[in-house]
């Protein structure tokens, strides 16, 4: 059994999301090498075309994205396809119809494709199991519950321009929580076990910072309702 390094750090090239909507464009250009990351960059616009997302991207999104640049991942969820559930969801409701067929297509067509994609729900001893071994995560999260010690404030707060990004819609939620939710995707590039902290880089960030919280507090934000826990392990060669 291999003992885990005390603190693992990768060092990834931030890229501060562009749009309202591509926080999980973003990470995969974080993940992308150099050449990779200007070759989709020049063609953005087609290969959003071409990979059928438009402006509203899933999961399933991004893992046929990281395939089509030959980056070895797995992607766990708790539900292959949509929630049923989402159809009351008032901005899910409003994106259904227009994505369903496409994400379902994706994910039933995963296999054929070479993707790994499995029901699974992933405790966080093995999230940083990975981060120490492998490579970075790419999570789901929901901002409004996602905090930096760097940015001081409630992602939400600060950045304030998740209202329509990725997954995302003010709402009334089954937790006691109650916060609103805003669908955000972001890296997590490092781990410290004498502090219990995680560090992440969060496309929305402006100055490139590498934000930093609790374990306990990304844990939070990552199983929220609405992200049906999704979660991407990137196996890396090298760092970028």
């Known amino acids: 059994m291999n003992i885990l390094p005390q603190s693992k750090h990768y060092n990834l ?3 501060q999301q562009r749009y309202n909507w591509d926080c999980g464009l973003s990470c995969i250009l974080m993940i992308l090498s150099t050449t990779q ?3 989709f960059l020049n063609n953005f616009e087609s290969i959003c075309k071409d990979e059928g997302f438009g402006s509203s991207t899933w999961t399933i999104d991004l893992c046929y994205l990281l395939q089509r640049y ?5 992607y766990f969820t708790q539900t292959l396809g949509i929630d049923p559930n989402y159809t009351q969801h008032m901005y899910y409701s409003k994106i259904i119809d227009k994505d369903e067929k496409r ?3 994706k994910f039933k067509d995963a296999r054929a494709h070479g993707l790994r994609v499995e029901q699974r729900i992933v405790d966080m001893d093995v999230i940083v199991r990975h981060l120490a071994l492998k490579g970075p995560v790419i999570l789901l999260t929901n901002a409004s519950l996602l905090t930096c010690e760097i940015c001081k404030r409630n992602a939400l707060e600060k950045f304030g321009c998740f209202q329509f990004n990725c997954i995302a819609q003010n709402t009334r939620l089954p937790t006691d929580l109650n916060k609103s939710y ?8 490092g781990y410290d076990m004498d502090t219990q902290k995680l560090y992440y ?3 929305e960030v402006h100055d490139g910072h590498i934000c930093r919280c609790l374990t306990e507090a990304m844990d939070t934000a990552r199983k929220a309702y609405g992200t049906d826990q999704d979660i991407i392990f990137i196996y890396q060669t090298s760092d970028n």
Request: hydrophobic fraction near 30%.
């Open 103 to 105: 994400v379902m297509r």
């Open 70 to 74: 030959q980056v070895r991942h797995e």
């Open 37 to 39: 990351r200007e070759e």
């Open 13 to 15: 090239t931030h890229y």
């Open 201 to 203: 880089h969060n496309p």
């Open 182 to 189: 805003a669908g955000h995707y972001v890296v997590l590039c």
